[in-house]
């Protein structure tokens, strides 16, 4: 099976856990071990937990697994299920009392669609790290992506569906994937400026009477490349630079994206190549939610 999504970087497993009914859920994301991370929060309405781990006082730590979830602040109680599995496994920065899994994990809004009394819980954690695979991830209306929608600036009346998009590229021995759970407020367009979501209709209603409803897109890139912390955060600007392309508006004061990187440092790679590659995966990966939420 041709795989070209976040799980063809060699030890990157993702699972999602979907309520298709509520429109909401949990997509987790684990790498291989030993690794560094680094995050970029560029939206002003961010909803987070264990994000300080990535500090510049902070000894660089093993990342044992990122949580993406539905439910806004509410939804940041699916990342305890994911810890106590962690726990349960052995796995975990080791501490004198037995290892501490550190699991960032962050949020977008979409209690606006399906039902907004029903959250992702810590079972549903539970269910989304215990469903990871290397199988091409499914992207469209899946696990964090499952009500996630773009082109609200008009309102959510006039949104479309989004969901999660994956890509991969490989730069010489290293490679470069993405997955990105698309929740914008702005619209979708390609590289090439074709407008992919939204018309001129609802650009219209937009300058007439702003109806932006909370939203954010998360952004996770992962590596094998050998890179220092500081080559990782030129990768999440190239990150974020892609959002600001393909989503217009993109970091506005309604959104909380965010963007991770996570490497294995295990193969030395052209680091400029490595850097822009994250551009083109994660473009790629943001047009793919609509694309695939499209088709369904």
């Known amino acids: 099976m041709d795989n070209d999504t976040i799980t063809s970087v060699d030890g990157v497993q993702v699972g999602h856990y979907t309520d298709a009914d509520a429109r909401t859920g949990v997509t987790v994301i684990t790498f291989p071990e030993p690794n560094v991370g680094i995050v970029d929060v560029r939206g002003g309405a961010p909803g987070t937990r ?4 990535f500090g510049e006082a902070i000894k660089p730590v093993t990342v044992n697994a990122l949580v993406f979830a539905g439910g806004s602040a ?3 109680d699916a990342a305890q299920g994911v810890v106590e599995e962690l726990e349960r496994c052995g796995r975990g ?9 550190i699991v960032p994990t962050v949020i977008l809004y979409d209690l606006m669609v399906g039902r907004s009394d029903v959250r992702p819980t810590p079972e549903n954690g539970r269910a989304a790290y215990l469903a990871r695979t290397t199988d091409p991830v499914a992207m469209g209306p899946f696990g964090a992506g499952a009500g996630a929608t773009v082109g609200k600036l008009a309102g959510i009346e006039h949104a479309t569906s989004a969901g999660i998009g994956s890509a991969f590229v490989r730069v010489g021995d290293a490679t470069v994937g993405a997955l990105v759970a698309l929740n914008g407020v702005g619209d979708v ?3 090439g400026g074709r407008r992919l979501t939204g018309s001129e209709e609802t650009d219209k209603l937009a300058r007439q009477e702003l109806g932006f409803a909370q939203s954010t897109t998360l952004i996770a890139v992962a590596t094998d490349a050998v890179l220092d912390r500081n080559d990782m955060r030129r990768m999440a600007v190239r990150a974020h630079d892609a959002l600001g392309a393909t989503v217009r508006p993109a970091h506005t004061r309604y959104d909380g994206d965010t963007a991770f990187v996570v490497s294995s440092r295990t193969y030395e790679a052209d680091v400029d190549a490595i850097i822009e ?3 083109e995966v994660v473009a790629t990966s943001i047009i793919r939610a609509v694309g695939r939420a499209a088709h369904r």
């Open 93 to 101: 920065t080791p501490t004198p009392t037995g290892p501490v899994p």
């Open 189 to 191: 367009y390609s590289l």
């Open 74 to 76: 509410f939804g940041l």
């Open 50 to 53: 264990e994000l300080a781990i």
């Open 277 to 279: 590659s994250t551009f």
